[in-house]
T-cell receptor, first 109, second 113 residues
Framework: AQRVTQPEKLLSVFKGAPVELKCNYS??????LFWYVQYSRQRLQLLLR??SRESIKGFTADLNKGETSFHLKKPFAQEEDSAMYYC???????????FGKGTRLSVIA | NAGVTQTPKFQVLKTGQSMTLQCAQD?????MYWYRQDPGMGLRLIYY???????DKGEVPNGYNVSRLNKREFSLRLESAAPSQTSVYFC????????????FGEGSRLTVL
């Protein structure tokens, strides 16, 4: 069965420090991976997807099929990055996303 | 363009009462979803509707029913609420092509006493 694991419930970093939010997945097929973010008092929204290979708000994530990981990284954390982050996996076909349990990022000034 | 709209935003129920959460989207999306969000449990799929006229169970369907009333609307019903259903409920929709981008509502906070 497919599963998404985010090992850290809470991650606290100082402003300006590098950030890495971990995400591992298990899926026998070819997955699509996503990061969603929920800022305080805002809706859950898509941050980035692996197929786009883009950087959004300074965040990047690389799909590593060998390690079955899709870690989210940012070289210098900002206070406005404080939020709940969810990693999500999509199986092939018109199937719903499977979310991890989420990691709350707290950036300390 | 409101996106995904959920009502009510807050509700308190007594054990055994019933209620329906309403969800509507104005983006002409085919697929709609209901998730619940609990501390330490993340987002768990309750039910989804891949297209108008179809519904499927997700990870945690017990105690819930859904209706895809039309392409725009997807409601979630609790027939006999239990304290374990205290949660924040999110409706979401996604468009053609199954790109994986979900558009979420603001959430409905439900407390069952």
């Amino acid at each position: 069965a497919q599963r998404v694991t985010q090992p850290e419930k809470l991650l606290s970093v100082f402003k300006g420090a590098p950030v890495e939010l971990k995400c591992n997945y298990s899926y026998s097929g070819s997955p699509e991976l996503f990061w969603y973010v929920q800022y305080s008092r805002q809706r859950l929204q898509l941050l980035l997807r692996h197929i786009s290979r883009e950087s959004i708000k300074g965040f990047t994530a690389d799909l590593n099929k060998g390690e079955t990981s899709f870690h989210l990284k940012k070289p210098f954390a900002q206070e406005e990055d404080s939020a709940m982050y969810y990693c999500a996996l999509k199986r092939s076909g018109n199937t719903p996303l499977v979310f991890g349990k989420g990691t709350r990022l707290s950036v300390i000034a | 363009n409101a996106g995904v709209t959920q009502t009510p935003k807050f509700q308190v129920l007594k054990t055994g009462q019933s209620m329906t959460l309403q969800c509507a989207q104005d983006m002409n999306h085919n697929s709609m979803y209901w998730y619940r969000q609990d501390p330490g449990m993340g987002l768990r799929l309750i039910y989804y509707s891949a297209s108008e006229g179809t519904t499927d169970k997700g990870e945690v369907p017990n105690g819930y029913n859904v209706s895809r009333l039309n392409k725009r609307e997807f409601s979630l019903r609790l027939e006999s609420a239990a304290p374990s259903q205290t949660s924040v409920y999110f409706c979401a929709s996604s468009g053609q092509g199954a790109t994986g981008e979900l558009f979420f509502g603001e959430g409905s906070r439900l407390t069952v006493l």
